[in-house]
């Protein structure tokens, strides 16, 4: 079953990344909450900063919220 949020936040690597994936398409790893909002304005969410990256319903994070970037 698809996501219904345009954002996932994939579970920490052993490098502590995280697979960010936006509208269907993997952008890349993510080591913080500041790597997830410049993937998003690259998406084309330019407003986007780190408090609306953790504070939005639009973003399925698994194995862990914004906090949580170790394997």
């Known amino acids: 079953m698809a996501s219904s949020t345009p954002v996932v936040i994939y579970p920490p690597d052993e490098d502590g990344g995280r697979r960010i ?24 969410l330019h407003d986007w900063d780190e408090m609306d990256v953790v504070r939005t319903s639009l973003i399925e994070w698994r194995d862990g919220g914004p906090d949580v970037w170790t394997h």
């Open 21 to 44: 994936r936006i509208d269907g398409t993997i952008l890349g790893r993510a080591y913080s909450v500041k790597d997830v909002a410049a993937f998003a304005q690259e998406a084309g």
